[in-house]
């Protein structure tokens, strides 16, 4: 039998239980959650859940609009082809390596910006303004301008090079210089939106821990490594999101850049996924494609929510 | 009285709006899509004879992208959504059978009085077959083309050379130039090592001399040994020096541009440069020769078939209007006003010989063999993709990121995926 004070607890549990069900069962508000939520369900079904689902259809089929042939249902055929095309494993292999170090390279330029832009000047306007350009720069504008930048012949970097007494490097001539110049491009595109929302996190600390840890004698360092970094890590999380998931799509720059060049040594699996649908006009496998990038920023993504559940 | 004034003024107004409106109903709008490589400005001026013996029509001229896979990007964009903003259209010799696969495109069959196959026979015999498809004419040829090698008349007399007939002969001729001339700037040779579709034609100039071909009765017919050696033969002319070092970087009106700048002594290139290496802002104007590209060693010259058809888009408003357009563009006298005033090569055989045509592009008369054993791109609807495996691997090479050996292994288990 069960005793007195676990009978009340089963009991307050119960009447919670049958509060929580009496508000969801309750026909006036259920229909207004329902119609509140409505146009957004409706919204997303239409711009995301059928695509989706369109998209994972389209991918069991053999669909080529150069073949002249109906669409016909292939089952995993897609799927079994991309096992052993070397030029899905290169592009994934380089959309990953491209993550792994724009992702940290942006968030540590970004994290110096963000401090630098934090720091009492008496214009602050003009810091913060040039912080936002890059970001307000559209994707294909900065490739462009930095595939001039990188020319071997036209461009500044090889000039400012040539000047100091290098020679120059004809960036764009080997699989490695070629992707370290989309790899700082895509840095000093992205750092300065990681710098936007490292700011904001950082104006939400309170000045007054700084001067308690200064009455306690800690130094500028130990500051920032015992109150900036640690209470930063919520808006870090978040920037990191962002950034790897659009990391994992990326597209425009090396398009613009080396059109996946020499070879397919600098292409990414969104430039692979453009290439079959636009220019091969295979939806099958293009699509099929799609579905393996949107499973990869489904794991990233999931890894990320455990990982501010755990910090939470 | 002033009730049945208003009335007949009313009545008339609607009289003259509902003419004015059939007046425009009956003017019929074309948009057409050239590429900008070649001579939009020559062609606009066509147009504006059509109008003005059609003054019922107006075209209007749209241009966009300088290579042909641009061309095409759009273009796939543009069909893919039905969009009706375009009649008419210019497609690479490679494309009008992949169009008439997907739909994109009307058969002239119907606006062509009698026999579609008769008709065909006044271009010359490679165009007449790259625009027909399962006896449907798609398309109908703009201009031909193949590739030459133009070379720098004044410095070859210069310095006693001949014309090379050989790949060889070209490398020992531009070695000697460019260590005479001592000129920093000078290349030797330049041709097309950019991922583009001219890359295709380059990696298949000596892979054809050597008698090779690449798709047999619809089946790949890969010669690695001649795949090694035609990309070794590109990639030598750079490690020696003859080609310059960023050769990868380079793409078909690059080579132009370096060449009518000065700055290059052979160059591989299609017919339209000559027009615009005799134009008022060359550096090399009256210097340039023509001849046929050189063969490898012990092989036959060979060049690469290109030229550009007229089609009508399936989703055009007008096909009618479009396609007796694209009859008139594609007529003996369009082709020999483009011959004349913009270099164009022309898809009638007779007008080689025109005396208008040689007077303003003398060399058009020797041309003729040439577009005429020019080989033709493999024809399959899945040719996007054989090109893209081909002009990628050549840039690879090019780069020195992959070797030639490597790189023929990786072309053909490539093409056995797509040319299965």
């Known amino acids: 039998m069960a005793t007195a004070s676990e009978t009340g607890i089963i009991t307050a549990h119960r009447e919670g239980a049958t509060k929580w069900w009496t508000r969801f069962l309750d026909p006036s508000e259920r229909t207004l959650a329902a119609l509140l939520l409505a146009p957004t369900a409706l919204l997303l079904s239409l711009i995301i859940v059928y695509p989706v689902c ?30 052993d095309d070397p030029v899905f494993w290169e592009t994934t292999w380089n959309t990953v390596l491209i993550t792994l170090i724009t992702v940290p390279g942006a968030l540590l330029v970004g994290l110096g910006l963000a401090l630098m832009a934090n720091m009492p000047f008496r214009l602050k306007w003009p810091v913060r303004l040039s912080l936002l350009i890059p970001w307000a720069l559209p994707l294909s504008f900065a490739g462009l301008i930095f595939a001039w930048f990188f020319h071997s012949e036209y461009g500044v970097v090889n000039d400012v090079l040539r000047r100091v007494g290098i020679e120059g490097i ?61 209470l930063l890590k919520p808006a870090i999380v978040v920037a990191l999101i962002f950034r790897t998931i659009t990391a994992l799509q990326t597209f425009d720059i090396p398009f613009t850049m080396t059109r996946g060049g020499p070879g397919t040594s600098t292409a990414t699996l969104a430039m692979y996924i453009h290439q079959n649908t636009v220019d091969f006009l295979d939806l099958g496998y293009g699509s099929a494609l799609a579905v393996v990038m949107f499973l990869l920023s489904m794991c990233v993504t999931f890894v990320y929510l455990r990982m501010i559940r755990a910090k939470g | 009285m002033t009730v049945t004034k208003t009335v007949t003024w009313l009545l008339a107004g609607a009289a003259l709006t509902l003419s004015a409106s059939a007046a425009m109903a009956q003017q019929t709008n074309l948009r057409v899509f050239v590429s900008s490589q070649h001579r939009p400005d020559v062609w606009r001026k066509a147009f504006d004879m059509y109008e003005a013996q059609n003054p019922n029509v107006k075209v209007t ?57 008769a008709y065909m026979k006044r271009y010359l015999p490679a165009y007449a077959e790259a625009n027909t498809v399962d006896g449907k004419v798609v398309a109908l040829p703009a201009f031909a083309d193949a590739m030459f090698l133009y070379y720098r008349k004044d410095l070859l007399e210069k310095h006693g050379i001949q014309p090379p007939q050989t790949w060889e002969e070209l490398t020992a001729a531009s070695k000697k130039i460019m260590e005479a001339e001592k000129d920093p700037n000078l290349q030797g040779l330049s041709f097309q090592g950019k991922a583009i579709e001219g890359a295709v034609c380059t990696f298949l100039l000596p892979y054809w001399s050597m008698g090779k071909q690449l798709v047999s009765d619809g089946k790949l017919s890969f010669d690695k040994d001649a795949a090694v050696k035609s990309l070794t033969l590109w990639k030598d002319f750079v490690d020696q020096g003859v080609a310059k070092k960023n050769i990868a970087e380079v793409a078909t009106d690059d080579t132009r541009k370096e060449f009518q700048a000065g700055n290059v002594v052979f160059a591989v290139n299609w017919s339209y440069a000559w027009g615009q290496f005799q ?62 005033n913009a270099a164009l090569l022309p898809a009638f055989p007779e007008k080689y010989t025109d005396p208008d045509v040689t007077k303003a592009v003398p060399w058009f008369a020797e041309a003729k063999p040439v577009v005429e054993t020019a080989k033709a791109r493999p024809v399959t609807p899945r040719y996007n993709e054989v090109s893209e495996i081909i002009r990628t691997t050549v840039n690879a090479v090019l780069a020195g990121t992959t070797t030639p050996e490597q790189g023929a292994t990786q072309m053909e288990s490539r093409l056995r995926r797509v040319l299965r």
């Open chain 1, 170 to 230: 004809i960036w764009f001539n080997s699989a490695n210089w070629a992707f370290a110049a989309i790899c700082l491009t895509i840095i000093w595109k992205t750092s300065s939106f990681m710098a936007l929302i490292i700011l904001a996190g950082l104006q939400t600390i309170p000045r007054s821990l700084y001067e308690a840890a200064e009455v306690d004698g800690a130094g500028r360092f130990r500051q920032f490594f015992e109150i900036t970094l640690p």
């Open chain 1, 54 to 83: 369109r998209l994972v259809w389209t991918s069991f089929q053999n669909l080529s609009l150069t073949s002249g042939l109906p669409a016909e249902f292939a089952g995993l055929e897609n799927y079994r082809l991309m096992i």
């Open chain 2, 61 to 117: 001229i749209e241009t966009g992208g300088n290579t042909s896979e641009a061309q095409a990007q759009y273009l796939n964009t543009i069909m893919t959504a039905k969009d009706s903003s375009l009649d008419v259209m210019i497609l690479d010799v490679i494309r009008p059978a992949q169009y008439a696969a997907a739909g994109w495109t009307v058969p002239f069959n119907e606006v062509i009085q009698g026999d579609a196959q």
């Open chain 2, 279 to 340: 134009g008022p802002e060359s550096a090399v104007k009256d210097k340039v020769g023509v001849v046929k590209l050189p063969a490898v060693k012990g092989g036959e010259p060979a060049s690469c078939l290109g030229g550009w058809e007229w089609g009508v888009s399936a989703y055009s408003t007008n096909k009618t209007e479009a396609q007796k357009f694209v009859q008139y563009l594609s007529s003996p006298e369009t082709s020999e006003f483009m011959a004349v």
